[in-house]
């Protein structure tokens, strides 16, 4: 079944505690992106990746990582979190950056 | 750089209404158009989507969307709603060209009541 998974699904921590949320993709696609969901806001654009070893900044990239060493894998790193990155988060991948875009299930990221 | 409107941030409707829900964008390039529907306590899935071709598009579980590019507009319309439809709806564009992007409206929660 051709999918997008995160993991973790929901996670609770602490200010500047570092995380990963990782996300996988099986449909080969090259492009791939992150989003947060806040409310009235939509989804915003954190960072996306053309291809392995190519990333670059969305719309909301501050206190953002993320690497690209896979085609499949796409993961998400707060190196510190802080209370406003508190979100909803969205991982997808797309045959191209301006096409249909398939969606994981999303990470609800708490910081205290 | 393009950008995507939904005016109605929440549009309450009976069930068997009519409902549209009403998406304006703005590129001066051309575009591929997106409606998603997110469910509660869930991830977004594509409803319909807008390439090129004929300007009504049909999607999943009813719905239907018409590219207007004078108006530039790509509204979603379902002739009779049914509870199960209560969900968030995201309007989004993207450009045709390499280094585009997806960009999403901010949302429209349709609420269906009996």
């Known amino acids: 079944e051709a999918q997008v998974t995160q993991n973790p699904r929901y996670l609770i921590t602490v200010t500047g505690k570092k995380l990963t949320v990782t996300c996988s993709q099986n449909?080969?696609?090259?492009?791939m992106s992150w989003y947060r969901q806040d409310p009235g806001l939509g989804l915003r654009q954190i960072y996306y990746s053309m291809n392995v070893e190519v990333t670059d900044k969305g719309d909301v990239p501050e206190g953002y990582k993320v690497s690209r060493k896979e085609k499949r894998n796409f993961p998400l790193i707060l190196e510190s979190p802080s209370p406003n990155q508190t979100s909803l988060y969205f991982c997808a991948s797309s045959w191209a950056p301006g096409g249909e875009q398939f969606f994981g299930p999303g990470t609800r990221l708490t910081v205290l | 750089a393009q950008s995507v409107t939904q005016l109605d941030s929440q549009v309450p409707v009976f069930e068997e209404a009519p409902v549209e829900l009403r998406c304006n964008y703005s590129s001066s390039v051309s575009v591929y158009l997106f409606w998603y529907v997110q469910y509660p306590n869930q991830g977004l899935q594509l409803l319909l989507k807008?390439?090129?071709?004929?300007?009504l598009v049909k999607g999943i579980n009813g719905f239907e969307a018409e590219f207007n590019k004078s108006q530039t507009s790509f509204h979603l319309r379902k002739p009779s709603v049914h509870i199960s439809d209560t969900a968030e709806y995201f309007c989004a564009v993207g450009l045709t060209g390499t280094a585009s992007k997806l960009t999403f409206g901010t949302g429209t929660r349709l609420q269906v009541t009996l």
């Open positions: 807008y390439l090129s071709g004929s300007t």
């Open positions: 449909m080969n696609h090259e492009y």
